[in-house]
């Protein structure tokens, strides 16, 4: 079983979002992307929008807020055997991330942290200098809900359409969304068509004909 401390789910601070434009400049100079670095599994649905196919050991991703989504990225590492850990999102619910695959043995739980790690802005380009030397030197990735600077590539959704209802009855069941996923370096957005969830409860690519595309449930390493 992998001891790595895998994908880092933190929520944005609004705080921290001021400033941004402000530190950009800094954190451009302080963080340095890799081309030799190691890539942590996710469900195959995801994998080919990503570059390299995988989450990047050291990178940090923005993800646009949709619990789904997360625990969607969180599957493969989980699975793979590493630890992963969800920090200010009170909303992450511990059934539905075991139904998505992860391991919850190795899920670490942080709902309401504060806001002491952004607290003081004048500090933020430090800190985000910090916390990515120290996630490469863990072999860690984080994902943030919200914007980051210097993201290795930014994770949306759009174009949400429910099923199941029918004439005023029934229940939603499932969901088809549009993932466009647009990489910091050459800015070029690529984008599918999920099941997210289907109705089975797994998320699928969507087949031309709107059908669930033949896919494994989710990426093992």
Not at 113 to 124: C, E, S
Not at 134 to 160: N, Y
């Amino acid at each position: 079983m992998s001891s790595a401390v895998a994908p880092l789910v933190a929520a944005a601070s609004p705080r921290a979002a001021d400033t941004v434009q402000a530190l950009q400049a800094r954190i451009r100079s302080m963080q340095a992307t890799t081309l030799d670095s190691r890539l942590l599994p996710t469900h195959p649905a995801l994998a080919e929008l990503l570059p390299g196919g995988g989450l990047k050991q050291g990178a940090a991703y923005s993800v646009e807020r949709s619990a789904m989504l997360i625990m969607t990225l969180l599957a493969g590492p989980s699975a793979a055997g590493s630890w992963c850990a969800v920090v200010g999102v009170p909303e992450f619910g511990v059934e539905a991330a075991s139904r998505f695959g992860i391991d919850l043995e190795r899920l670490v739980l942080v709902p309401h942290p504060g806001d002491q790690w952004l607290a003081v802005t004048a500090a933020v380009a430090d800190v985000i200098a910090r916390l990515s030397a120290r996630l490469q030197q863990r072999g860690a990735t984080l994902l943030v809900l919200g914007t980051w600077p210097q993201s290795e590539a930014m994770l949306s959704l759009s174009d949400s359409e429910w099923f199941g209802v029918d004439e005023g009855h029934g229940h939603l069941s499932a969901r088809q969304v549009t993932v466009t996923v647009t990489h910091r370096l050459t800015g070029r957005p690529r984008s599918a068509r999920l099941w997210l969830p289907a109705a089975d409860e797994t998320v699928q690519r969507v087949a031309r004909d709107g059908a669930v595309a033949s896919l494994p449930l989710a990426a093992t390493g």
